[in-house]
């Protein structure tokens, strides 16, 4: 498409690409001067040559075109949501008042306000990117809320109900088939699209036999002590699983802030006074039981490690509802072996309290997964699971209100320092940073001011 424009008593050719501007001096008249316009044509040699208007002076022709500023219009309306629009409409009239009946000088002021514009177009950018990442972590800190109240409903069926936890596993799996719905809706196969399927096998059976060796671990070990180290575990293989698989890193300040946070949930996991200063000889069938479930809550945690980045590997491409569905029937499958090779036994809930309870536990389960997974398409797996140890702090508040009792003081260290850190990442990635907008506008304006022409 090309059109002609008069800009300060000088007359050029413009050229518009989709996504470039052109422009060189006319050698001959493309139209008809129209009557009482004088129009000149600087050759080069001439006086005035050099004083043409600059490749600047185009930002008050694109805004002034009509077919550009409906495109541009139609391309911007939902930042209207953040306010661009208002400011938009100021910088027009000053660009249009200089082509006007300005010269150089009103070139370059709306070179400036077309600058502006953009600088005001990247801030709105910016924040719809942070919007979508309010609404992740808002997600996240719910997963872990939910996360934390599945720790204790889970306790207490196991101590109150006397029901197992790969039961509860095991009834959590075959009420999530009802997830099915999803896709099917959509008009989406259910087992993936082609192409996927494998790796979404595998993510699944990864994720459910890391909740299979995560609810066994229960039966050997204290919960809290075994979903720490579930916890700890997941965070730091994630990290390195994702790097080496997926070339992911995490940036140094993300790096530093996990690694505070793992601290803090090793500084859960020391032994308390009765346990370190017990003269008493260990028995060797209750050391084995320890090991055991020390190393289940181990390899729980790489399991769950790989499913994260099995799934961030997939990204968009596989739905929630589908992710849930494959850990539901895969579950339904490992669930029952799990309770044969463990031999725990079966016990129904006998009274409408224990089915209640069932039923919170299934519904925290999915709020927990949901906020989860839709996280790992926008953030890396280490800051995931990181973001999911404050269900330690949550349920140790939420068992105290239960169980009144005081925690010791390596319980009450790590626990702080486990909502600190995680505290830390939220502000870092949804706080703007100051220095930001303002080095987006020095980098167009030095684009403005440059001498190509």
């Given at each position: 498409?090309?059109?002609?424009?008069?800009?300060?008593?000088?007359?050029?050719?413009?050229?518009?690409?989709?996504?470039?501007?052109?422009?060189?001096?006319?050698?001959?008249?493309?139209?008809?001067?129209?009557?009482?316009?004088?129009?000149?044509?600087?050759?080069?040699?001439?006086?005035?040559?050099?004083?043409?208007?600059?490749?600047?002076?185009?930002?008050?022709?694109?805004?002034?075109?009509?077919?550009?500023?409906?495109?541009?219009?139609?391309?911007?309306?939902?930042?209207?949501?953040?306010?661009?629009?208002?400011?938009?409409?100021?910088?027009?009239?000053?660009?249009?008042?200089?082509?006007?009946?300005?010269?150089?000088?009103?070139?370059?002021?709306?070179?400036?306000?077309?600058?502006?514009?953009?600088?005001?177009?990247?801030?709105?950018?910016?924040?719809?990117?942070?919007?979508?990442?309010?609404?992740?972590?808002?997600?996240?800190?719910?997963?872990?809320?939910?996360?934390?109240?599945?720790?204790?409903?889970?306790?207490?069926?196991?101590?109150?109900?006397?029901?197992?936890?790969?039961?509860?596993?095991?009834?959590?799996?075959?009420?999530?088939?009802?997830?099915?719905?999803?896709?099917?809706?959509?008009?989406?196969?259910?087992?993936?699209?082609?192409?996927?399927?494998?790796?979404?096998?595998?993510?699944?059976?990864?994720?459910?036999?890391?909740?299979?060796?995560?609810?066994?671990?229960?039966?050997?070990?204290?919960?809290?002590?075994?979903?720490?180290?579930?916890?700890?575990?997941?965070?730091?293989?994630?990290?390195?699983?994702?790097?080496?698989?997926?070339?992911?890193?995490?940036?140094?300040?993300?790096?530093?802030?996990?690694?505070?946070?793992?601290?803090?949930?090793?500084?859960?996991?020391?032994?308390?006074?009765?346990?370190?200063?017990?003269?008493?000889?260990?028995?060797?069938?209750?050391?084995?039981?320890?090991?055991?479930?020390?190393?289940?809550?181990?390899?729980?945690?790489?399991?769950?490690?790989?499913?994260?980045?099995?799934?961030?590997?997939?990204?968009?491409?596989?739905?929630?509802?589908?992710?849930?569905?494959?850990?539901?029937?895969?579950?339904?499958?490992?669930?029952?072996?799990?309770?044969?090779?463990?031999?725990?036994?079966?016990?129904?809930?006998?009274?409408?309290?224990?089915?209640?309870?069932?039923?919170?536990?299934?519904?925290?389960?999915?709020?927990?997964?949901?906020?989860?997974?839709?996280?790992?398409?926008?953030?890396?797996?280490?800051?995931?699971?990181?973001?999911?140890?404050?269900?330690?702090?949550?349920?140790?508040?939420?068992?105290?209100?239960?169980?009144?009792?005081?925690p010791t003081a390596p319980d009450v260290v790590g626990s702080v320092m486990v909502i600190l850190s995680v505290g830390w990442l939220v502000a870092m990635k949804l706080l703007p940073s100051r220095g930001g907008g303002r080095r987006q506008r020095e980098e167009y304006e030095e684009i403005l001011d440059s001498p190509i022409k």
């Open positions: 498409m090309e059109s002609t424009h008069l800009l300060g008593s000088s007359k050029k050719r413009v050229k518009i690409h989709p996504h470039t501007v052109t422009a060189k001096y006319a050698t001959h008249a493309p139209y008809s001067p129209q009557p009482g316009v004088h129009t000149h044509f600087p050759q080069p040699g001439d006086d005035g040559y050099d004083d043409a208007p600059s490749f600047e002076d185009f930002g008050s022709f694109l805004v002034e075109t009509s077919d550009r500023k409906q495109l541009t219009e139609t391309r911007r309306w939902p930042l209207t949501l953040f306010g661009s629009r208002d400011k938009d409409k100021d910088t027009a009239p000053k660009a249009q008042a200089a082509v006007g009946g300005e010269g150089g000088e009103g070139a370059a002021k709306t070179a400036k306000g077309s600058g502006k514009g953009v600088g005001e177009q990247l801030a709105s950018f910016g924040e719809a990117s942070v919007s979508a990442s309010r609404l992740t972590w808002v997600g996240l800190l719910g997963a872990a809320l939910a996360h934390g109240c599945l720790i204790v409903l889970t306790r207490l069926a196991s101590e109150r109900f006397s029901l197992g936890p790969l039961f509860l596993l095991l009834v959590r799996s075959v009420v999530q088939l009802l997830s099915v719905a999803v896709p099917l809706h959509r008009g989406e196969n259910p087992f993936g699209p082609e192409g996927h399927r494998l790796r979404l096998l595998c993510y699944g059976i990864a994720y459910s036999l890391s909740l299979c060796c995560a609810y066994s671990s229960l039966t050997f070990i204290s919960p809290g002590n075994a979903t720490t180290t579930w916890r700890l575990a997941t965070t730091a293989l994630s990290a390195t699983l994702a790097f080496l698989l997926l070339e992911e890193r995490l940036g140094l300040a993300d790096g530093i802030t996990i690694g505070a946070g793992l601290c803090g949930l090793g500084l859960l996991l020391l032994p308390t006074v009765d346990e370190s200063n017990s003269d008493r000889p260990t028995d060797p069938v209750v050391f084995w039981r320890g090991a055991f479930g020390w190393s289940l809550s181990a390899l729980a945690g790489l399991w769950m490690a790989l499913a994260l980045v099995g799934y961030r590997s997939l990204k968009e491409r596989v739905g929630v509802g589908t992710a849930l569905f494959t850990v539901s029937w895969t579950g339904c499958l490992l669930a029952p072996a799990s309770l044969a090779l463990l031999q725990e036994g079966w016990s129904w809930p006998t009274s409408t309290t224990a089915w209640g309870l069932v039923l919170g536990l299934v519904a925290c389960s999915g709020a927990a997964f949901l906020g989860m997974t839709h996280a790992l398409t926008r953030l890396h797996p280490a800051l995931v699971s990181a973001s999911q140890s404050l269900e330690i702090p949550i349920a140790m508040l939420l068992h105290l209100a239960v169980l009144p009792l005081v």
